[in-house]
């Protein structure tokens, strides 16, 4: 039986004035690439809310208050480093206007295994055959962006 670790992170959904939303290519060197939302692991006493500022900056550049939470998913995998986990995920929207992306904030390890972005629209998330996390991004995206502008016309 696989022992894993509690790991709980924050992950962003940023998304464009389009609808487009920022994803991270990944090429760990002992696996097969795919697609992420920004994000990561919770610090040692940070709080999710902490945990999206700090990776927002730290992946992006993007000086913003990355919100409220709008999405919570709980994964077991194994990461980069090799390490069982199992995720408590909590997910935050990030609009933006502009797209500019800064890896000034990488550690070494993202230096490493980040080898690009793309900003995605909701039809190609559905359409493609590359592997993305998570795998139902499109819906939870489309789903966050719509209350989110519900929540403006109350």
Excluded at 16 to 28: G, K, N, S
Excluded at 92 to 102: K, N
Aim: net charge negative; proline share 5%.
């Amino acid at each position: 039986m696989t022992v894993r670790v509690a790991r709980p992170a924050a992950r962003l959904l940023i998304v464009d004035a389009e609808r487009r939303v920022l994803m991270f290519h990944f090429t760990p060197p002992n696996g097969a690439d795919f697609w992420a939302t920004p994000g990561g692991a919770c610090d040692p006493g940070e709080t999710y809310a902490q945990a999206a500022r700090r990776e927002l900056i730290e992946e992006t550049g993007i000086d913003a208050d990355p919100g409220p939470e709008v999405a919570q998913k709980t994964a077991e995998f194994t990461t980069i480093e090799g390490q069982d986990v199992s995720a408590d995920e909590r997910y935050f929207l990030v609009r933006v206007a502009d797209r500019t992306i800064s890896a000034d904030g990488y550690t070494e390890l993202e230096r490493r295994v980040m080898t690009g972005h793309h900003w995605w629209t909701l039809d190609e998330l559905r359409e493609t055959r590359q592997t993305v996390f998570p795998e139902d991004l499109a819906d939870l995206v489309e789903a966050s962006l719509n209350a989110a502008e519900d929540a403006k016309t109350r």
